[in-house]
Each structure stands twice: as structure tokens, then as C-alpha cells.
């Protein structure tokens, strides 16, 4: 290594397709400087296999440089749902490169994808020749996975790193006394019906000061939700609702997390839209809002991490960080979590993190 001090490279980016990404990766830059100081870890690209539509199977672009295998560090940082498949496709030549030089990696907050047994023998076979210096996991049915391998891989039970965004990033008040935050990518924005009662044939029902909210997924746009992501944006388009811009005194803003491919007539169908490529616009959203109603896994693991509620509309099996937080009930209805319990679980993470690699 060329410097006496610890290098750290966090691997980021695409945050333009998924300003999620960006959410977990200040998260857990706010982490490592914690862990090995301020000036030691230093953001840097990820593998430009992960974009949109890309098959993430066949590795990086053909001609790609991969510039990564060629960074004299002595940490390499992933997080996320990477444990799949494709990781020996993205990664091993970069790894393969890094490791002959002496570079150590480190997965943090950590997970599967599908969590089937393709993704368990393909990730079982590849931590046993880059054998990671930790694994921290961003939820438990991950960590069960790995504990029950019996490696010798230093293994914590983790949380999302997104859920330390709030210790990197304080947020700017708006001149608006309450608003509700929906964010629909993939599936529809429900139509929300206020009543005195349950309605027993809405597709969700939940009570918030002393109304029932019942909510009825269009049946149109549900059915092309679930035939994939190209064709969920084309039932996007064939949505002609006058979607309201207040609820229950409620004013409405659609945040949508996909920036980049611009797709204009998607984002701003619906009125009160927003859409940026840099996630701090989000994190002042989500932090500001009532609640926050979505099928973005973090766009509620932000409104959360702020203290406010959130419920779920995604059967994406990502949704298990939840459960480490215990947010069990994310899918029925809007949830809180203990800030004190959060900020408690931080610090043990961090506490074990510093153990094991400082």
C-alpha cells in the first residue's frame, strides 16, 4: 500500500436509477469514518454491470475497463443486496485483481437477493475464496443464512445502513404544515377512499386520526405491475386517473426515486410530482412527511430512520430489512420505530465494527 494510514474505497453509485442506492451508501460512509477517521474513506464507482435492463448474469459491459481492480486500497466496501447470483460475474476479476495486492473486503449491511437456494450455493462457494475480513447483515434472515455455514467470517446481525442516514445528514424544514409522501414505481398508487369504516373490499385498510383509510389498487395497472418492470411503466402510461393532490387535508407529493432514464411523461403524470438525481431532496421529504406511503423498500427505511411512519406496498422479499428493525406490520399498515431503540442498535453495530476492524 502507498500511505501508512488505512484506505477505505466504499463502492457507490447508480444513484440516478435508484436514489436508494444513494441512501444506503451515505449511510454507511457516515459508518466507516466512525470506524477508520474522517479522511480515510472515500466514495467510488461501482460496477457499471448494475445498471437498468442490463443482465447483470452476463458481468460487465464487454470493453469495460473495470476500473476498480486497479485502486491501491486497503479496503474494498460493498452493501446491498449483492449476495446473488451475478456476484461472481460483477465481481470476481475485480476481487481476484484487489486480493493478489493484499486488499480486503468488507460487506456491509449485507444481503441476499431472492434468498433461494441458487443465490446460497453461489454466494456459499464465492465468500470461500474471497473471504470477506466481516460480513455485517441489513437483516436477520440473511445473518441465519450465513451463521448457519459455520465460517469463520467475523458475522454481525446488522441493519440496512441506511437507517444511519439521519447521523450524516440533518434535514431542512418546509413552509408546509403537514404533507403525505406517495411513492409508486413499480406498482400503482392505490386510490384512497376516506370512511368511517373498514371496507372490507378495499385492498388495504388502516385507522388514522379517527378515519379509515381504504385503499383499491386499480386492477389495470396492477395486472401490468406483475409482468415486469418494462411493462409496469407502460401500465404507468395507460393510467388517466386525476390522482388528488390532498388527502384528508393532506398535501400530496409523488417523490419518484428513478431519475435516470428520464422518463418524463412517468414522473410527472401525476400532479405534485418530484424527481432528482441527488438523494438529499428525499431525505428532506421523507423526514418532513405525516407518512410516508410506497413501494420503494428505502423510501420508507428513510421515513422510518426520521421518526416517521411508513407502510410498504412491495411483496419484494428485500422487504425482510424490516423485520430486523421491528417494523413487522410495514405491510398492512403505516409503522413507527423506536428512535431510541434505532439510535441503541447503532451504536452496538458500530461497536462490533470497531472491534473487528479497528
Not at 75 to 94: F, N
Not at 109 to 138: M, Q
Not at 265 to 286: C, G, L, M
Amino acid at each position: 500500500m502507498t500511505t501508512s494510514a488505512p484506505r477505505i474505497a466504499l463502492v457507490s453509485g447508480f444513484w440516478g436509477q435508484n436514489i436508494g442506492n444513494a441512501f444506503f451508501n451515505i449511510g454507511g460512509h457516515w459508518i466507516l469514518r466512525q470506524v477508520f477517521g474522517e479522511d480515510n474513506v472515500a466514495f467510488i464507482q461501482d460496477q457499471p454491470g448494475y445498471r437498468t435492463f442490463h443482465k447483470q448474469a452476463t458481468g460487465n459491459p464487454r470493453n469495460d475497463i473495470e476500473m476498480l481492480r486497479f485502486l491501491d486500497i486497503d479496503y474494498i466496501v460493498l452493501q446491498g443486496p449483492l449476495m446473488t447470483t451475478s456476484l461472481e460475474a460483477l465481481w470476481r476479476p475485480t476481487l481476484k485483481a484487489l486480493a493478489a495486492r493484499g486488499t480486503r473486503i468488507i460487506l456491509l449491511g449485507a444481503a441476499f437477493f431472492k434468498y433461494n437456494e441458487a443465490e446460497f450455493k453461489a454466494v456459499k462457494s464465492f465468500l470461500a475464496e474471497f473471504k470477506p475480513a466481516v460480513i455485517s447483515t441489513r437483516d436477520s434472515r440473511s445473518y441465519e443464512v450465513l451463521k448457519s455455514w459455520e465460517t469463520d467470517i467475523p458475522l454481525y446481525d446488522g441493519m440496512d445502513s441506511a437507517f444511519f442516514v439521519p447521523k450524516a445528514y440533518t434535514p431542512f424544514k418546509y413552509a408546509i404544515d403537514r404533507y403525505l409522501a406517495l411513492n409508486f414505481d413499480r406498482f400503482p398508487e392505490p386510490d384512497i377512499r376516506l370512511a368511517t369504516a373498514k371496507d372490507p373490499e378495499a385492498n388495504f385498510s388502516f385507522e388514522h386520526r379517527g378515519k379509515w383509510w381504504n385503499l383499491h389498487v386499480p386492477k389495470v395497472q396492477d395486472y401490468f405491475s406483475h409482468k415486469g418492470k418494462a411493462v409496469a411503466y407502460l401500465g404507468h402510461l395507460l393510467d388517466r386517473r386525476k390522482l388528488p393532490v390532498e388527502v384528508d387535508g393532506l398535501m400530496v407529493m409523488r417523490p419518484e426515486h428513478r431519475f435516470n432514464p428520464h422518463m418524463t411523461r412517468k414522473i410527472y403524470q401525476h400532479p405534485n410530482a418530484v424527481a432528482s438525481d441527488e438523494p438529499w431532496t428525499y431525505f428532506n421529504i421523507y423526514a418532513n412527511s405525516e407518512f410516508v406511503l410506497a413501494d420503494r423498500v428505502h423510501a420508507c427505511v428513510a421515513a422510518l430512520a426520521y421518526g416517521r411512519e411508513a407502510m410498504l406496498f412491495t411483496p419484494s422479499p428485500r422487504q425482510a430489512l424490516f423485520a430486523r428493525v421491528g417494523a413487522h406490520d410495514i405491510r398492512s399498515r403505516p409503522v413507527r420505530i423506536d428512535l431510541d431503540w434505532l439510535e441503541q442498535e447503532r451504536m452496538d453495530e458500530l461497536a462490533w465494527l470497531k472491534d473487528k476492524l479497528s
